[in-house]
């Protein structure tokens, strides 16, 4: 059993930065692929990004050179690191776990946190 814990988000205005932390329980942390994903008001859960165990890190096309993704495996925490922020990315940002290869599929990750709040004012 895994449970992540995200915070970081608030609001910020466009073109500022942001670092959210997802922090993991249990000891098996490192063997996970961790993703984030976000959701927008009425549209559907989104790939943001991931970071296999090997620290290969994947990101959709949107937030390919603003966002960076880092894991601490000493720490048991993931980072989403985001700059440039455009109003277009508010949304409740999610970190979630699994065992997979198929890392932008959100039914791929067996373990899911509560989700931390991003707001981005134009």
């Known amino acids: 059993q895994v449970q992540l814990v995200e915070s970081g988000g608030r609001l910020v205005q466009a073109g500022g930065s942001l670092r959210l932390s997802c922090a993991a329980s249990?000891?098996?942390?490192?063997?996970?692929?961790m993703g984030w994903f976000r959701q927008a008001p009425g549209k559907e859960r989104e790939f943001v990004g991931a970071?296999?165990?090997?620290?290969?890190?994947y990101y959709t096309n949107s937030v390919k050179g603003r966002f960076t993704i880092s894991r601490d495996n000493a720490k048991n925490t993931v980072y989403l690191q985001m700059n440039s922020l455009k109003p277009e990315d508010t949304a409740v940002y999610y970190c979630?776990?699994?065992?997979?290869?198929?890392?932008?599929?959100?039914?791929?990750?067996?373990?899911w946190g509560q989700g931390t709040q991003v707001t981005v004012s134009s």
């Open positions: 970071i296999r165990s090997s620290g290969n890190t």
């Open positions: 249990g000891r098996t942390f490192s063997y996970y692929a």
């Open positions: 979630a776990a699994g065992s997979t290869y198929i890392y932008y599929r959100p039914e791929e990750y067996d373990y």
